[in-house]
């Protein structure tokens, strides 16, 4: 019964539209190469002809006076650029924290390897502003940044090694809502390109509580978790950097970058304030 | 003008490319860019394809890694509301159940979608997203779990 829904739910969606413009995109022709000789006597022959009309101006006209000239002042802002957001976030000092930190909660992961979680010392909150967005806009056209050749080999990767590239344990930094279970694998199959380099290095780190559960994605590539940050959405801050947070019922889905690393979470029968302290943990 | 054989191929594998790009990234304008992107690769591709089998996988593996997620450009300005692209052509049964299953976890989704609408198996799914038999199943069981508890028992069994 749910695979024959979920297939008539798939056939139902139209895909006309969708097949017409992307095969209008293939089909553009291709621009025509300008090098080779033709190149090099186009280039001579405007050369000539702009040599030609420097003499010939030269000798018959004279020089404009400088009030002729319209100078265009520069833009009195900078152009905001992911790079130049990226930069001023972590150039950013980070001044102590003076949040209120629930005590950290004891996590128990469904094969037993991790220890207890320490207490630590919480602090109240006063500098978080949080804003949320209808879930509803979440629609975007993807970045053309896909150009990047994205079948490389397929490396077994550890958890372990993932957390020394990531930098950070997010297991032991993440503050949960008491009974969450960390069922996050183990191991995770990564794409590297020939200098074993990775290309895709996205880990999901799931903790599942009945109907609930929270979904922490982590990467170092930033750049498209970034143009969330700068595009048009109500952003909200949380200790002192900007989050983009999406919400509808019981769902949330916030994006953040700290630290040079992008984080894309998810929840699910998870309260907005919860959705906040997880926030809060992973992104100190 | 394409070749006819990579056109027919296209033609072929559109529909299962752009709907594997919708329930990895719950957008339609980022499944279609996606896809898009996945069919340009295609076209530039090099590669020796030894059977059409083989290019499926490859096409599956290309769309799964090309829609990581919900990264987007903020600079297509072309809005549409996630309710009005995918379900708006739904009868309200099959809208429950494909927004229960766009609520999943994003690597849940994927498993689900290929098991339940590809018709893969367990052993295709593997092979073609390059990750292990035992990890796939389990990502199907807690897909399912979820399922059942979202959509309370309706709609058969999951």
């Known amino acids: 019964m749910f695979k024959d829904i979920y297939k008539r739910a798939?056939?139902?969606?139209?895909?006309g539209a969708a097949y017409t413009r992307v095969m209008n995109r293939l089909e553009e022709?291709?621009?025509?190469?300008?090098?080779?000789?033709?190149?090099?006597?186009?280039?001579?022959?405007?050369?000539?002809?702009?040599?030609?009309?420097?003499?010939?101006?030269?000798?018959?006209?004279?020089?404009?006076?400088?009030d002729d000239f319209v100078i265009i002042n520069a833009p009195d802002e900078p152009e905001i650029t992911p790079e130049a957001t990226q930069s001023t976030q972590t150039d950013a000092a980070i001044k102590p924290s003076e949040q209120a930190k629930r005590?950290?909660?004891?996590?128990?992961?469904?094969?037993?390897?991790?220890?207890?979680?320490?207490?630590?010392?919480?602090?109240p909150v006063s500098t978080n502003e949080i804003k949320v967005n209808d879930l509803s806009v979440l629609s975007q056209s993807a970045a053309s940044a896909y150009s990047r050749e994205i079948i490389g080999a397929v490396k077994a990767v550890e958890i372990g090694e993932y957390r020394e590239y990531l930098g950070k344990d997010i297991e032991a930094a993440v503050v949960l809502p008491d009974g969450f279970v960390n069922v996050t694998e183990q191991t995770a199959y990564l794409t590297v390109d020939e200098q074993d380099e990775y290309m895709s290095d996205e880990w999901s780190f799931i903790f599942e509580k009945g109907e609930a559960y929270c979904e922490i994605i982590t990467t170092k590539k930033t750049e498209k978790i970034q143009e969330y940050l700068v595009g048009d959405y109500e952003k909200s801050v949380i200790l002192e950097k900007d989050a983009v947070i999406f919400a509808e019922e019981d769902f949330i889905r916030a994006y953040?970058?700290?630290?040079?690393?992008?984080?894309?979470?998810?929840?699910?029968?998870?309260?907005?304030?919860?959705a906040q302290t997880l926030l809060e943990s992973i992104l100190k | 003008m394409l070749k006819n054989d990579k056109h027919d191929i296209i033609e072929k594998y559109f529909n299962m490319v752009y709907k594997l790009a919708l329930a990895k990234t719950c957008d339609a304008n980022v499944a279609e860019d996606v896809t898009g992107d996945v069919f340009l690769k295609y076209m530039q591709s090099k590669k020796e394809f030894e059977s059409e089998e083989h290019i499926k996988a490859w096409l599956i593996r290309v769309t799964v890694n090309c829609s990581k997620s919900f990264f987007s450009s903020s600079w297509f300005k072309k809005t549409v509301p996630l309710e009005e692209t995918l379900i708006a052509e739904m009868p309200e049964e099959e809208s429950e159940v494909y927004l229960a299953v766009l609520k999943l976890p994003e690597k849940y989704r994927v498993v689900i979608h290929l098991f339940y609408?590809?018709?893969?198996?367990?052993?295709?799914?593997?092979?073609?997203?390059?990750?292990?038999?035992s990890t796939v199943r389990s990502q199907l069981k807690r897909g399912r779990e979820m399922l059942r508890t979202a959509l309370k028992g309706e709609f058969g069994n999951v």
């Open chain 2, 117 to 133: 609408y590809e018709d893969m198996a367990v052993a295709e799914i593997s092979e073609n997203l390059g990750i292990n038999e």
């Open chain 1, 256 to 274: 953040a970058v700290s630290s040079e690393i992008g984080y894309t979470v998810t929840t699910v029968g998870v309260e907005l304030s919860d």
């Open chain 1, 10 to 15: 798939n056939d139902a969606i139209p895909t």
């Open chain 1, 103 to 123: 005590p950290a909660t004891k996590q128990q992961v469904a094969e037993p390897k991790r220890a207890e979680q320490p207490v630590v010392a919480m602090e």
């Open chain 1, 29 to 66: 022709p291709k621009p025509r190469r300008t090098w080779g000789k033709s190149f090099a006597r186009a280039a001579a022959l405007a050369a000539c002809l702009v040599f030609t009309f420097s003499v010939v101006s030269i000798y018959e006209s004279r020089v404009k006076a400088p």
